[in-house]
């Protein structure tokens, strides 16, 4: 596996080794998967950037107690965006770019099944997402209903722009799915000779897995936002009361999507992590084979599950304690995979390298979101907790250190074999630190006065609440600046640094590390053997 | 070439099944309604009872009636009793007071919503003005009847009912009036 397999030495090859057309067509005509992959990773990092400037926005206003920079009503445009913005801007694209790159190198195929939907998959989203921030500059401004868009906030009383939210919303949904199923072509049909199924690198399971999730509740999220724009446009009654509908099944299909989609923006990030451990701990996968199970389970788990969102919605007892047990039965699988992780590292030559420190905080930090977690399972607590900054804790603590982290090691991992050069570790050691430290100061405050009772999505608070939310808005300018910094280490290492082996990574396994640095444009045109 | 014969094929299934899922969305909304109805969740009530039961002396419940207008609703709307007390069995009468107080007939619909829920399918109502659409003329006052019997079932540990009806401006949705009636509440 370790061999450098050198795509160019064949003669007979050479009309088809060429390299990207040139010019601005080039990415917008490109069916190459690492040019995909690469408009993707860029895209997702611009809107990181425009959803992290919104939460900056959130946290100076919660500076100090009392109404100082803006408006509630904008307040309100910025949480609802920043949460869409993240959530189907930033980390969805961002794996989506991760799988574009990194999925046909790992099996060893010359590229995804299926290039010209990928090129429109891409392209959709800057669409969309155009559509979703010009809503901001429209009369009644932006949609301010919180990005979970509950109706009849969201129908009854939702700002005019609401139907470009809503389209935007099917847009995203339609790349999404087309993603999707481009994924599991690829894993399915392209995978090498000799590339079992039980042979794949584990990110390119979690990819399938999500890609399956994908394709069954992007479709419901779609006939949701249909609903709402029939309800807002065409006179009919879903979600209203007075025309016989209910506001409460709004909430039942919006989390039938809303919470396999949490596992859709964390499994990837499973799979990267698995491929990073091992390599900085110099030791195989620990129980590879129960890694693929733990996560199909959790696949499974999060279609039933979806009810703990609603606990305080008057659900009966039997519902309240079977959708508590289910969720609580979550914990097993992930438990799987935590001491997984720790088992690899069990007695291993560690080395820290940046990708590594973001592993590690990853399985530290998401076990404390997952912890906070299980506390929200428990249903009569969770009448205490709900709509509370305890929440927000909860789910920043395994977005931002989960699905961020595992991005952000995934970026240090790769970025030699797409840039060619390595990274200054330097810079990239000093980056993970600031990330940790704001991403904790931020975040772990908001446990405390969620539970002394500050609710969630309020631009002014009580007094008692103001020296931790003071924290926590250092924290996030912490944090948010700190991200600038990593773009710049990325262009850095982009225009140069110290040229990056075939294998800069001495533990590390797989296909991808068998083509050359920087990785050429064509690769795998004739599939390479796998044992 | 084989490899392309079978991306097409799992591609059409994947597609198929992002359609069957777009389906299952719609498909929650009367499935979502059955349970309800079912279960007697979320406050929602049966339609009309057509049955009767034996009165149940040795046990009383508090029935409290609320009334709710719902937004840009301009009608007067009120209960005429603010409680009672009714022994399980037992069939009671009770009068809600409507009146229409703009200036152009219109047309409302009441919706019921019992509390706490779980007691919501032992709140039997054998005529109700929920059933029906109103229409008053400007100025023009009704009292409209709910006729209800507790159920002898009910668990022992509901002491005390809230029904609460909001009251919906539909003028401008109108026509189907069988429609809603059908609903029922």
Redesign the interface.
């Known amino acids: 596996m370790s061999a450098v397999i050198d795509d160019h030495g064949h003669a007979g090859h050479d009309e088809h080794a060429h390299g990207p057309a040139k010019g601005l067509m080039r990415w917008v005509l490109t069916t190459n998967h690492k040019d995909i992959g690469t408009m993707y990773l860029w895209f997702s990092f611009s809107m990181f950037l425009l959803g992290g400037s919104f939460a900056m926005v959130i946290r100076a206003e919660l500076f100090q107690p009392g109404l100082q920079i803006v408006e509630p009503a904008f307040f309100n445009q910025m949480t609802t965006m920043h949460g869409l913005i993240m959530v189907f801007g930033a980390v969805m694209p961002a794996f989506v770019g991760l799988a574009n790159w990194m999925i046909p190198l790992m099996i060893g195929a010359p590229d995804m099944?299926?290039p010209r939907m990928n090129n429109f998959s891409f392209w959709l989203l800057p669409a969309a997402f155009l559509m979703l921030v010009s809503t901001l500059f429209m009369a009644g401004g932006g949609p301010n209903f919180g990005w979970t868009f509950y109706a009849p906030l969201s129908t009854?009383y939702a700002p005019e722009s609401v139907t470009f939210f809503i389209f935007a919303i099917h847009l995203m949904g339609i790349s999404s799915?087309m993603g999707?199923?481009n994924v599991?072509?690829t894993i399915?049909?392209?995978r090498a000779p000799g590339m079992t199924l039980m042979k794949m690198p584990l990110f390119v399971w979690t990819w399938l897995i999500t890609a399956f999730l994908l394709?069954?509740?992007?479709?419901?999220?779609?006939?949701?936002v249909t609903?709402m724009l029939m309800d807002i446009h065409f006179?009919t009654?879903?979600f209203s009361?007075?025309?016989?509908g209910?506001p409460?099944?709004f909430q039942?299909?919006f989390w039938?999507f809303g919470h396999p989609e949490v596992y859709i923006m964390i499994l990837p990030a499973f799979g990267a992590v698995s491929s990073i451990i091992p390599t900085f701990s110099r030791k195989p996968l620990f129980g590879y084979t129960s890694m693929v199970y733990a996560v199909a389970a959790i696949a499974f788990l999060s279609f039933i599950v979806w009810a703990h969102h609603m606990f305080v919605?008057?659900?009966?007892?039997v519902?309240e304690l079977f959708f508590m047990y289910a969720t609580m039965l979550i914990a097993v699988p992930t438990g799987v995979k935590v001491f997984n992780w720790v088992s690899t590292m069990w007695q291993g030559s560690l080395t820290f390298e940046t990708p590594m420190l973001f592993a590690v905080a990853f399985v530290i930090l998401f076990s404390i979101g997952g912890f906070s977690g299980l506390m929200l399972a428990i249903a009569p607590a969770d009448f205490q907790y709900h709509d509370t900054y305890f929440v927000v804790a909860h789910f920043h603590y395994v977005l931002v250190p989960g699905a961020i982290f595992g991005i952000f090691a995934s970026a240090y991992y790769w970025l030699p074999k797409w840039t060619g050069h390595m990274y200054d570790e330097t810079l990239g050691k000093l980056h993970f630190w600031l990330s940790f430290v704001g991403m904790n100061m931020t975040f772990f405050p908001m446990h405390f006065v969620g539970l002394a009772g500050m609710p969630r999505r309020v631009p002014d608070y009580n007094l008692q609440f103001a020296d931790f939310n003071m924290v926590s808005s250092i924290g996030a300018f912490l944090f948010g600046t700190t991200q600038i910094f990593f773009l710049f280490i990325v262009i850095k290492t982009i225009r140069g640094g110290e040229p990056a082996p075939a294998k800069p990574w001495d533990g590390a396994d797989g296909l991808e590390w068998t083509i050359p640095s920087p990785a050429p444009y064509h690769t795998f045109t004739t599939p390479p053997e796998v044992k | 070439m084989n490899?392309s014969r079978?991306?097409k094929r799992?591609?059409i299934r994947?597609?198929l099944?992002?359609?069957?899922?777009?389906?299952?969305?719609?498909a929650?909304?009367p499935l979502?309604?059955v349970m309800?109805k079912a279960?007697g969740?979320?406050?929602?009530t049966a339609g009309q009872y057509e049955g009767s039961q034996v009165v149940d002396p040795s046990r009383q419940v508090r029935v409290q009636f609320l009334s709710t207008n719902?937004?840009d609703m301009v009608w007067d709307f009120y209960p005429k009793t603010a409680e009672v007390q009714v022994n399980p069995g037992a069939v009671t009468q009770v009068l809600f007071v409507a009146q229409n107080t703009s200036n152009h007939a219109m047309t409302a619909?009441a919706?019921p919503s019992i509390s706490p829920?779980?007691a919501a399918s032992y709140f039997h109502k054998t005529e109700c003005f929920c059933f029906t659409q109103q229409m008053l003329q400007p100025g023009e006052r009704i009292e409209m009847p709910v006729r209800f019997i507790v159920d002898r079932d009910m668990p022992a540990d509901v002491k005390h009912l809230t029904v609460s009806y909001?009251l919906?401006?539909?003028t401008a949705?109108m026509p189907p009036v069988a429609?809603?009636a059908k609903?029922g509440g």
């Open positions: 099944a299926l009854t799915i999707a199923i599991i072509a399915l049909n392209l394709i069954a509740v992007m479709p419901v999220l779609a006939g949701c609903m006179g009654s879903f009361a007075a025309g016989g209910d409460v099944l039942h299909v039938f919605v008057g659900i009966p007892l519902g | 490899e079978s991306i799992l591609v994947l597609l099944m992002a359609v069957v899922m777009f389906a299952f969305g719609f929650l909304v979502y309604d309800c279960f969740i979320n406050g929602k719902a937004v619909q919706v829920a779980e909001t919906f401006d539909i949705r429609h809603v609903n």
